[in-house]
Nanobody, 120 residues
């Protein structure tokens, strides 16, 4: 069983920065595809950024150039560095893990979410 625990959310002024962390336990973290999703009130959960087991990254257009996803396999942790934050970045941010199974399928795991509020 894989568990994901996020931390690092909070209140920040527009233009500020935050770093989210997601610590994974259980299984072999280095094999997981990891990602961050956001969900604003009344909206669907959206992809923010993903990083493969090999380190390839991909971002939503709205965060390109501002957010950076990274991973530290020695610490079983994935990060989301968020710079130049805007009020529209306000949302609950969820960590996601895509865990490969022995039969070739994958299983999804989600963290509990961490609130990010960008406001003056």
């Amino acid at each position: 069983q894989v568990q994901l625990v996020e931390s690092g959310g909070g209140l920040v002024q527009p233009g500020g920065s935050l770093r989210l962390s997601c610590a994974a336990s259980g299984g072999i973290f280095s094999r997981y595809g990891m990602g961050w999703y956001s969900q604003a009130p009344g909206k669907q959960r959206e992809l923010v950024a993903v990083i493969t087991s090999g380190g390839t990254t991909n971002y939503a257009d709205s965060v390109k150039g501002r957010f950076t996803i990274s991973r530290d396999n020695a610490k079983n942790t994935v990060y989301l560095q968020m710079n130049s934050l805007k009020p529209e970045d306000t949302a609950v941010y969820y960590c996601h893990g895509n865990v490969p199974l022995v039969d070739g399928r994958t299983r999804s795991y989600w963290g509990q979410g961490t609130q990010v509020t960008v406001s003056s």
